[in-house]
């Protein structure tokens, strides 16, 4: 599908599918994101976050770490490195067996990945482009290759991790042993993984250096499925209560030909947006593979020993992974809207409605002139004492209603406008993003107010 058919997308509820040029550029112009090294013609599948997506991404992780570790006392954090011990990845069967197969056609030279051609496209061998005639697949491993040591001879070829969970299984017998963990327990990590993805494209969708988040659960066998239906139900709840448009998010079953040899099932959660319905996070039944591998690669005995029953088993472990970079995605696409003028706002404005929690900036301060020094000398006092408690921009450039457009087309909540009659009974005016609604509050009642509404409503 290309993205301009897409344009014309309706969702169920009839709102229209955000075109994916919209959300690019203004990630360029407002500074979330920009291609990286684009002074030298950029690199295809990776990007750089600029100060505003920096902000956002820190949010994101934030939330994804207090709801999953800090709020669950069975859950603890780790934080692996990106190179390990090359035999990780054998033992991961990533060496032999993380692979995309790939066609060319001989007509346009598009490449496909042969798992995601249209049925009719791969019986027939024919370009879904253009119709040309599809070359033979070729395999290519998605590992990045990278080296340890100096001296020629003695360096080691290892890996850039093609997964990050593979820190957790192993760090699984130090975090257990050193944490007094009992089983069932989960282990999270925020984490950056490399591919050599051969169709990288999107934009964020699908990069070669992105970032994942994983809960790595160990139960035991006979509770696996009590524990999979549990992480399943919890990990579709989190991401619904981060979007607007909840009918845009399903829970997809794996068909018997995507499940790995070892899963009885395995869950996608999905987010429909203009690329149709894709992957926003796994839901895995990862039973002892792991584990039993690394045991066996390593020599190491991981097996858990039940301190009451003293039973002795490796642990089955339930997987829940998603990307930072998808989620960032997401909420870009699913918060964007453009609104046409209308009673509040003559020029119509682009608006992005992000929950507060995850808006770079909280509140922007805003002198009603730039010419009256009163005036900027009590936003810059307003703006620095809030900049204690939360994000805060300063903003004196150009009429005032040009300031509120731009802080809305960057999600910011609140903004707080300084006028002459502040001068007279210290009460300034606060403006809400969504609604645009006004109310007048005295400078001291600021904090409490914004902190109640911009911190995560944890009902
Ligand atoms: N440990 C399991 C695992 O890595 P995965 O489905 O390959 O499973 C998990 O990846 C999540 O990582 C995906 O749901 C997606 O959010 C993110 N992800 C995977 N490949 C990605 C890529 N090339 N670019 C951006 N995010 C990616």
Not at 60 to 77: E, K, L, P
Not at 280 to 295: A, F, K, P, Y
Not at 412 to 423: A, I, K
Request: contains cysteine; aromatic residues 12%.
């Amino acid at each position: 599908m290309t993205q301009t058919e897409d344009k014309t997308t309706l969702s169920t509820e009839d709102t229209p599918l955000v075109p994916m040029e919209k959300i690019v550029s203004l990630c360029k112009r407002r500074g979330f994101v920009y291609p990286n090294s684009e002074i030298y013609g950029g690199v295809s599948g990776i990007y750089d976050f600029g100060p505003l997506g920096v902000e956002l991404r820190n949010n994101i992780r934030r939330y994804w770490w207090w709801s999953m570790v800090q709020t669950n006392d069975n859950v603890v954090g780790i934080e692996g490195n990106i190179i390990t011990h090359p035999r990780v990845w054998e033992a991961s069967g990533h060496v032999e067996n993380f692979v995309d197969r790939l066609v060319e056609c001989k007509n346009c030279k598009r490449r496909f990945r042969v798992d995601q051609l249209p049925k009719e496209n791969l019986e027939q061998n024919k370009c879904p482009v253009c119709g040309g005639e599809l070359g033979e697949p070729r395999v290519f491993n998605l590992m990045m290759e990278t080296y340890i040591g100096v001296v020629e001879g003695e360096r080691m070829k290892t890996y850039l991790r093609g997964e990050a969970c593979q820190n957790i299984y192993l760090d699984y017998d130090n975090v257990q042993k050193s944490s007094r963990m009992q089983i069932p327990f989960g282990i999270c990590q925020i984490g950056k993984a490399f591919r050599n993805e051969v169709t990288p494209g999107n934009f964020l969708f699908r990069q070669r250096e992105f970032e994942q988040w994983d809960l790595q659960f160990f139960v035991h066998p006979s509770e696996m499925q009590k524990w999979f239906d549990y992480w399943r139900e919890r990990r579709f709840e989190w991401y619904k209560g981060i979007i607007n448009h909840k009918d845009r998010l399903r829970l997809r079953p794996h068909g018997p030909d995507e499940l790995a040899h070892y899963a009885k099932q395995a869950f996608d959660i999905e987010y429909r947006s203009v690329l149709g319905w894709q992957e926003w996070e796994g839901i895995h039944w990862r039973q002892d593979w792991d584990l039993s591998r690394h045991s066996q690669f390593s020599g190491q005995d991981l097996s858990y020993t039940d301190q009451e029953t003293k039973e002795r088993y490796i642990p089955w472990i339930v997987e829940t992974s998603g990307g930072v970079d998808r989620t960032f995605l997401n909420l870009l696409l699913d918060a964007y809207e453009e609104e046409p003028p209308s009673g509040k706002d003559k020029e119509g404005r682009t608006v992005l409605r992000l929950h507060p929690w995850f808006a770079p900036v909280k509140v922007a301060v805003l002198p009603l002139q730039k010419n009256k020094e009163e005036l900027v000398t009590t936003a810059r006092d307003i703006h620095k004492r809030l900049q204690r408690l939360m994000v805060s921009q300063y903003d004196d450039v150009a009429n005032i209603g040009r300031r509120y457009r731009r802080q809305d087309e960057i999600g910011t909540p609140f903004c707080v406008t300084v006028d002459f009659q502040t001068l007279e009974d210290q009460t300034v005016t606060v403006r809400e993003r969504d609604g645009m609604t006004q109310i007048r509050l005295q400078i001291k009642e600021l904090p409490a107010y914004l902190l109640e509404r911009v911190m995560w409503n944890y009902s």
